[in-house]
């Protein structure tokens, strides 16, 4: 059996300790679906931050955990980028050549994060590798 294989079924029986473990990883997909409806509607990776917060000691021992930590902290890295890039677009000059970057990179390494986190919870894996 190979390390990933072990550190997998590790996580699995982890996770099956967890009171609620599918809720909890229904509330874990909810948060990926509330950052991706973020891109047209901000207010959602808000509310989806807050879920994070709310619910995180539920998740302890689980793989859940790795993705809690995985969300919280693509909330709190994109938001300084994002806020940077949307005062940077006001300016005129620098709005175009340095504000609309900063925001069209910054949009991308969201979708990345939501997308790895997403596709990761669904093969039954943490986001962050053990040990």
Do not use: C
């Not at 901000?42 to 509310?47: D, K, M, Q, R």
């Not at 809690?68 to 938001?79: G, P």
């Amino acid at each position: 059996m190979t390390d990933e294989n072990t550190q997998v079924e590790h996580s699995q029986i982890l996770s099956s300790r967890i009171e609620n473990y599918e809720n909890l990883k229904d509330i874990t997909t909810l948060v990926y679906v509330l950052q991706a409806v973020a891109l047209p509607i901000p207010i959602t990776a808000l509310v989806g931050v807050i879920i994070n917060y709310v619910k995180r000691s539920d998740v302890v021992g689980s793989i859940l955990e790795s993705h809690f930590r995985w969300q919280i902290r693509t909330f709190w890295f994109a938001l300084p980028w994002v806020g940077i890039g949307a005062l940077l677009t006001l300016i005129p000059i620098l709005g175009l050549f340095l504000g609309a970057p900063i925001l069209v990179l910054a949009v991308i390494w969201w979708v990345y994060r939501f997308v790895k986190g997403w596709l990761t919870l669904n093969k039954g894996k943490p986001m962050y590798p053990s040990g």
